[in-house]
C-alpha cells in the first residue's frame, strides 16, 4: 500500500542521511497470497469469519453503500482472492499451492551486493532468511543456548543469488508445506500437494488425494502428473513424512478457525474461574483476558456512585463487530452483547434507577444449549446488588471478540464501542469502580454482595 511504501521510505531517508544504508541490508517480503477469509459471497464483517459464522448475501447487501466506512470490516470474496493469486491457485490458507505461499522478495545492500535492480529465479521459502543473515554478519547459530539444545535450522543461505546468473540452479534442494490441515512438498523443481481444505475439520488426512507437478516447467502448477508419473509422486509423499518427522509437524490439524480461536492456549498463569480486573489499567489482550466463550459466565462490578448523573463504562470487551459491555447511562444499569455486530444489538435494562450509594452491579449468562453455528443459547439476567433488574434470551459468539486489538477495559473503552448506547472512552464518571470480577465457574448466581466480597478477598 501506499501507506507502507511512505513508511519504509521514511526508515531509508533516515539512513541514508546518517550514513547506514551502504551497509544495511534491508530484506522485505509480503505475508502470504490474496486472503479468502471473505467467503464466497464477501463479508461486511470479517469476524463472522474467526467465529465460524456464515454471512448472509441479503444482509450484506444492505451495507453496499457504506462498505469501507465505520460500520464495516468487510473483505472481499474468494473469487477476487484467486483472481489477485493468478496465475497461481487457490490463496492464502491454501499452503500447498502458490497462491497461497508465492511472494515477492527483495533483498539490498549496496555494500555487499554488486547488483542493482536485478531478478533471481531461484526457489527458496521463508526459513532461508535466518541462515541468509547469519552467513552475512558471520554469525554461527549456537547449538546450545541458556543450556537448551537447539533445532538445527532448516533453511538454506540466499547469499550465493547475490552473484549468481538470474537462472542459475538453486542450492535449495526441498521444502516442506503444512498449515491448517493443507500440506504440500517442493523437492528439486518437483511438487506434491495433498487435496485437502483448511480449516474443515474433516480429518481422514489418509483418505487425501494427492497431485503432482513439474513446477520447474509449470510453475502456475497447472497440468496434475499424478497418473503419469506415481513413482516420482510416491516418492514426495514420501519426502514430505521424512520432513514432517523432522521439524515436527504431526499430528496434523485441520480445526476450524472457531475451534481453535475458541480453545484456551497454554499460559504462564493456569486458567481459573475467577477473574478480578481493576480501573484505568492498560486494556488486556483477548489472549490473556477472561474467556467466556462457550460456558456461563458472571460479571460483577463493585461500584460507589456519588453523583445521581454518573455514567460510564464499568467492564467491556470487544468491539461494534463483536463484544459485551456493562455500563450505566441515564441512572440505569445496562449490559450489552453485540453479537458479531449483527443488529439489533441484545441490550438488557435494569428496572430501577441507581441513586448514589454503595452497589455491586452485574449479570449472569446461563447457558442451555447450542445454535446451529456454534453458538452458545441461554438465558441473560442483569442483577442490581442481588435482585435481577432485568432478563432475557441471548447468544454469545463461539470464538474471538477482537479484530484490531480490542483489550478488556474496566472503567472504559479503549476502541471501538462495544454498543451504539454510547461512544469511547465511555470513562466512568460519577462514582468509583473498586473492581469488576468475572466468574465462569458455572454455579448459580445467588447473592450478588457476597460472592462479590468473597471475589475481592481471594485476590
Known amino acids: 500500500s501506499s501507506y507502507t511504501d511512505d513508511q519504509i521510505g521514511r526508515i531509508i531517508d533516515y539512513l541514508k542521511e546518517t550514513d547506514q544504508y551502504e551497509n544495511t541490508v534491508i530484506i522485505y517480503a509480503a505475508d502470504n497470497g490474496a486472503s479468502g477469509e471473505g467467503t464466497p459471497n464477501g463479508s461486511v464483517n470479517e469476524n463472522k469469519f474467526f467465529n465460524n459464522y456464515p454471512d448472509d448475501l441479503a444482509e450484506n447487501l444492505k451495507y453496499l453503500d457504506v462498505l469501507g466506512g465505520p460500520d464495516t470490516y ?20 491454501y499452503s500447498q499451492y502458490a497462491g497461497g505461499t508465492n511472494d515477492p522478495l527483495i533483498i539490498s545492500w549496496p555494500a555487499g551486493i554488486p547488483a542493482r535492480g536485478e531478478i533471481r529465479q531461484q526457489y527458496h521459502h521463508s526459513v532461508d532468511i535466518v541462515p541468509t543473515i547469519l ?3 558471520g554469525t554461527e547459530m549456537p547449538k546450545v543456548n541458556h543450556g537448551v539444545d537447539q533445532y538445527p535450522l532448516s533453511g538454506v543461505s540466499m547469499v550465493y543469488t547475490f552473484d549468481a546468473e538470474p537462472d542459475a540452479p538453486t542450492e535449495k534442494h526441498v521444502q516442506y508445506y503444512a498449515m491448517l490441515g493443507t500440506r504440500g512438498i517442493w523437492k528439486d523443481g518437483w511438487k506434491a500437494v495433498a487435496l485437502h481444505a483448511p480449516l474443515v475439520g474433516k480429518g481422514h488426512f489418509d483418505q487425501d488425494e494427492w497431485e503432482l507437478y513439474n513446477v520447474a516447467e509449470d510453475r502456475s502448477e497447472a497440468h496434475n502428473l499424478a497418473q503419469e508419473n506415481p513413482e516420482k509422486l510416491q516418492e514426495l509423499i514420501a519426502a514430505w513424512f521424512d520432513e514432517a518427522a523432522k521439524n515436527n509437524v504431526l499430528p496434523l490439524d485441520d480445526r476450524s478457525a472457531a475451534e481453535v480461536l ?8 493456569a486458567p481459573r474461574d475467577t477473574y478480578i480486573y481493576y480501573p484505568d489499567t492498560a486494556p488486556v489482550p483477548e489472549g490473556v483476558a477472561v474467556n467466556v466463550r462457550g460456558r456461563s459466565y458472571k460479571i460483577l462490578a463493585n461500584v460507589e456512585i456519588t453523583d445521581p448523573d454518573a455514567s460510564g463504562v464499568l467492564f467491556a470487551h470487544g468491539s461494534r463487530f463483536g463484544g459485551h459491555a456493562l455500563f450505566i447511562k441515564d441512572r440505569k444499569l445496562y449490559y450489552v452483547y453485540n453479537f458479531l455486530g449483527i443488529k439489533p444489538e441484545q441490550v438488557f435494562e435494569s428496572d430501577v434507577e441507581l441513586a448514589p450509594g454503595k452497589y455491586t452491579l452485574g449479570m449472569a449468562f446461563e447457558k442451555t444449549g447450542t445454535g446451529d453455528n456454534g453458538e452458545s443459547l441461554g438465558t441473560t439476567t442483569l442483577y442490581v446488588n442481588d435482585q435481577a433488574a432485568a432478563s432475557g434470551d441471548m447468544r454469545t459468539q463461539p470464538a474471538k471478540f477482537t479484530l484490531s486489538g480490542d483489550g478488556l477495559c474496566v472503567g472504559y473503552d479503549s476502541g471501538d464501542a462495544v454498543s451504539e448506547l454510547y461512544q469511547t472512552p465511555g470513562r466512568f464518571e460519577g462514582g468509583t469502580i473498586q473492581a469488576v470480577g468475572v466468574t465462569v465457574s458455572g454455579e448459580p448466581y445467588r447473592n450478588l454482595e457476597l460472592e462479590a466480597q468473597r471475589m475481592m478477598l481471594q485476590q
Open 135 to 137: 552467513e552475512i554478519t
Open 74 to 93: 468487510n473483505h472481499y470474496p474468494t473469487g477476487w482472492a484467486s483472481a489477485f493469486s493468478a496465475p497461481f491457485k487457490m490463496f492464502k490458507r
Open 262 to 269: 475458541g480453545t484456551e492456549r497454554p499460559t504462564e498463569e
